[in-house]
């Protein structure tokens, strides 16, 4: 089992950036795909990014990709999201997910944060 808690949402410019970061406890670390979703009310949670248990290996969502970059560090047991050039339709609560391996359907994901709000404005 590994514990997840999502840090760094908030209130942004359009074109401005932000860093999410998800910190995780229990078990080891990088016997897991991690993941980045969001979600809109109404909707079902829309992959974001995700990357392999060491790294090697990222994915990105076509509407994101070349502006999120997805990291993690293993030893610090820590995921990270970096947005730039942000835009209103960014706008969603985050979240943070961990698997058995690699994935962009959140029913693949075992263990969830409870997410951070990111709100970009015009």
């Known amino acids: 089992q590994v514990q997840l808690a999502e840090s760094g949402g908030g209130l942004v410019q359009a074109g401005g950036s932000l860093r999410l970061s998800c910190a995780a406890s229990g078990r080891t670390f990088s016997n897991y795909a991690i993941a980045w979703f969001r979600q809109t009310p109404g909707r079902e949670r829309e992959f974001v990014a995700r990357i392999s248990k060491l790294g090697g290996n990222t994915d990105y969502a076509d509407s994101v990709k070349g502006r999120f970059t997805i990291a993690r560090d293993n030893a610090k047991n820590t995921l990270y999201l970096r947005m730039n050039s942000l835009v209103p339709e960014d706008t969603d609560v985050y979240y943070c997910?961990?698997?058995?391996?690699?994935?962009?359907?959140?029913?693949?994901?075992?263990?969830w944060g409870q997410g951070t709000q990111v709100t970009v404005s015009s």
């Open positions: 997910a961990a698997g058995g391996f690699l994935s962009s359907w959140p029913a693949h994901y075992d263990y």
